[in-house]
């Protein structure tokens, strides 16, 4: 009875942790971490120690580069922390007034408002708009990758057990 629970919310983590790559507020490698180790502690998977751990390394490496990459980005292109600032209310603002499209435009005109907002003209602004939004980018693709992989593995030992 409890490998059942522990199942499903392992499921329900995993599909979470998927969301959280895109959702900011959410952080979805660990949360898909978590779902693989609780598919560990029941009678429907068995990981070796040496991959959980690589697994929990690279969740967290990944989480801690989801907080640097835009600001690197930003900065790269010649944005302030107003422009990150910027970035991350026009996506969250974006996800929810203007899904899907609003995930990719909604950091750019986050970033160019806050920028042109501190003094900045058009043209630096947009700039930094746009490496707030290459920033936001590679940010996702990597929880996307580093998620995806973690779901696949997930996946993978949950059927070969059937």
Known sequence: MIDWFLLILAIVLIIIGLIGCVLPVIP???????????????RFGTFSSGFLLLMAFVAIVITV?????????????GGSKA????ATIGLVIGIFFLPPIGIIIGPLVG?????????????????????????????????????????YYFFQELFSRQ
Do not use: C, M, R
């Open 28 to 42: 979805g490698p660990p949360l898909s971490f978590i779902g693989l180790l609780l598919l560990h502690f029941t």
């Open 111 to 151: 970033a160019v408002i806050a920028e042109s907002l501190k003094g900045k003209d058009f043209n630096k602004s947009l700039k930094a708009g746009f490496g707030s939004l290459v920033g936001f980018a590679l940010g996702i693709g990597l929880k996307l990758a580093t998620s995806g992989v973690i779901t």
């Open 83 to 86: 422009g990150i600032w910027g």
């Open 65 to 77: 580069l989801d907080y640097i990459v835009p600001l690197w980005g930003t900065k790269k292109f």
